[in-house]
């Protein structure tokens, strides 16, 4: 973990160099300059350098950066070389979804249980992860030593769920439910709005449309 | 659709508002102040009279805000007033979670067409929506007038098909695949990375711990 208060913008933006530096890797690419990494990325050489500093010299001039000693280094300040014990509640299409993306435990995430009330998910198997009882929620966040608990429910149910899981100690929330929770200062939630999602995309959509049809309207003025 | 240039952060800030003041509406509130709805939203009064202020005199003084004609109008900035055609690329769990998921129609989203190449998910009904083959895209995408396209689909597979999007008329991605996609400057994308998502949780998790542990070494220190 890097000393100093890194900003929230380039931490925000950690997670896509780690992703290009993860294919550079792949593709056999042992050093980068800023500039190639600028072309490839589609943001300022600047930026880049700008960001990267804030970890004090990955690179050199001349040199460019060591693409394997950065991609772990990057993986520390985002703590994806530690595992983390991870439960889903909520076995419905969403919550499968994340238990089967394998990717999640490359980077140290172990999806350890399932959970959801449906009496028809409870006992299935989803990737040799067992779905459970939300009854049996608190016991096994306890003996599991979990951390991290993904929350694909409806947002009814959202609010007491987040409770049970804070006061059985897990210090963080991933989400997915169309509601802010409350939660003590001490526990995280990092929040997936895909209907928010979905309106910025459509209003980007509409100013596109609208600026189309503006420019036909100021061409066939000048036409006329 | 506003006439001057709404700045990006507010924009983004948008649907959270319209979700608030949804909520305020199913619990009947007619009227609410700026300072009321900072209480509720969690930011300052004056954030909100700043952001709500771009879209011309909505709140008046020792009155506050007409929820019902805020919420309609951050509906017509956000384009959710119109009705806009989508398919989903990817029948897996995560195109099935949207498929399954009601409310984006209820919001002027509705959902034409699902498509797969696993033949057996093809022919399969999701909610209503026929699962179809990758092959017969173009031509679906053309006959039934579908502006955004919801990539579900494994990073490898999809630039090839966002080309075809592009190429068939699609106007906007709504990208769940983790790569960035390259296309023209009238097609709008927007990237819901999940493992990035995950990987800033952790990040926080691991601050979190980190600070918490460098608190308790200071108090031992002060302890001895």
Redesign the interface.
Same mark, same amino acid.
């Given at each position: 973990?890097a000393e100093k208060e890194i900003s929230k913008a380039v931490?925000?933006r950690?997670?896509?160099y780690?992703?290009y530096l993860g294919e550079l890797m792949e593709d056999g690419v042992e050093r980068i300059s800023s500039n190639d990494l600028s072309v490839r990325? %589609?943001v300022t050489a600047s930026q880049i350098r700008q960001d990267l500093n804030n970890f004090g010299g990955f690179g050199q001039q001349g040199y460019g950066y060591n693409v394997k000693y950065l991609y772990t280094e990057i993986a520390k300040?985002?703590?994806?070389d530690?595992q983390?014990n991870i439960v889903i509640i909520g076995a419905?299409?969403?919550g &499968? $979804?994340?238990a089967?993306?394998a990717?999640?435990e490359k980077?140290?995430?172990l999806i350890k249980g399932m959970f959801d009330i449906n009496p028809r998910l409870i006992g299935l198997v989803v990737r040799g992860i067992e779905i459970r009882s939300v009854d049996d929620l608190e016991q096994f966040v306890r003996d599991n030593d979990v &951390?991290?608990a993904a929350l694909t429910i409806p947002k009814t149910k959202a609010p007491e769920i987040a409770d049970r899981l804070v006061s059985a100690g897990i %210090? $963080?929330i991933?989400n997915f439910a169309?509601t802010?929770l409350v939660v003590p200062d001490?526990v995280?939630v990092?929040n997936?709005?895909?209907?928010?999602?979905?309106?910025?995309?459509?209003? %980007?959509?509409?100013?596109? &449309?609208?600026k189309?049809e503006e420019e036909k309207a100021e061409r066939e003025k000048g036409k006329s």
């Open positions: 973990m931490i925000a950690l997670p896509r780690y992703r990325m %589609k300040i985002l703590g994806i530690r983390h419905g299409n969403l &499968q $979804a994340i089967n993306y990717n999640f980077r140290g995430f &951390q991290i %210090k $963080a991933w169309h802010d001490d995280v990092e997936v709005h895909l209907s928010e999602s979905l309106m910025r995309l459509s209003y %980007k959509v509409c100013s596109m &449309q609208d189309a």
